[in-house]
């Protein structure tokens, strides 16, 4: 009997910039950047994915995104569209499952586990979710299957922006152990470093060191 959770992490696409794409549609195909104003020292909250090749990326110093990306659209943030649209896509969930964990306005966990809906596959029902999204919002979303939140997290990034990932549990194992350990949940840039500077570059090295040793080296979580 298979007991392995069903869990579905759902991430939506540049979120902001995105919506200010599809609500002004002069914007689209252009690098939008949305955040604080470059010149008052803010910060960027999303960046379209036509800015990013140009290394800018979120919590970024905006007057850094500026002298980066020149041309780029900078807007402030309407948050009040972002919850009203966010309260849309939640109730979307809603149709799927009443587990439903939201991490922020863009994203969420579903725990899709004992749903009798198509076929209780946790892989159509994230696709299904996916495309209902686009349909009714006009926007696109990342979806990852796993059975723990860990990976479900993951997956949904390995194919953005509008893609879908699963992660078995027999491929978890293999998963975790190529994974950069940067990519580890509570790993920051000065531990990453440190660990960098120890050998530990990924899941396979993380584990390979003996629990003690890492205690000593790193103290408690």
Same mark, same amino acid.
């Given at each position: ?37 470059? @010149? ?6 999303? !960046? ?10 979120? $919590?970024?110093? !905006? $007057? ?19 919850? #009203? ?5 939640? !109730?979307?969930? #809603? ?14 966990? %579903? @725990?899709?586990? @004992?749903?009798?809906? %198509? ?6 029902? $994230?696709?299904?979710?996916? #495309? ?6 006009? +926007? ?13 997290? %993951? !997956?949904?990034?390995?194919? /953005? ?27 920051? /840039? /000065? ?5 960098? #500077? +120890? ?11 003996? +629990?003690?040793? +890492? ?7």
């Amino acid at each position: 009997m298979n007991t392995a959770r069903k869990i579905i992490h759902i991430d939506m696409d540049a979120f902001y910039a995105a919506v200010e794409q599809r609500d002004r549609p002069e914007l689209r195909g252009k690098p939008v950047i949305v955040g604080g104003a470059p @010149d008052k020292r803010g910060v960027v909250a999303t !960046a379209s994915y036509e800015a990013r090749p140009f290394g800018i990326h979120s $919590a970024m110093p !905006a $007057a850094t995104a500026r002298r980066l990306c020149p041309h780029a659209v900078f807007l402030r943030p309407r948050f009040e569209v972002y919850r #009203q649209v966010s309260r849309q896509i939640r !109730a979307i969930f #809603q149709r799927y499952t009443e587990q439903i964990e939201p991490l922020s306005l863009d994203e969420a966990y %579903l @725990d899709v586990t @004992d749903s009798t809906l %198509l076929h209780n596959s946790a892989s159509l029902i $994230a696709q299904d979710i996916l #495309q209902t999204i686009q349909r009714e919002t006009r +926007l696109s979303a990342s979806a990852g299957v796993s059975y723990n939140k860990f990976l479900a997290k %993951l !997956a949904s990034e390995v194919n /953005k922006p509008n893609g879908f990932y699963l992660i078995t549990p027999e491929q978890g194992p293999a998963f975790v152990e190529q994974l950069p350990i940067g990519k580890f949940h509570g790993i920051g /840039k /000065k531990t990453e470093a440190k660990m960098q #500077q +120890l050998g530990i570059r990924t899941g396979a090295d993380l584990k390979n060191w003996p +629990l003690e040793r +890492l205690l000593q080296t790193f103290g408690k979580v």
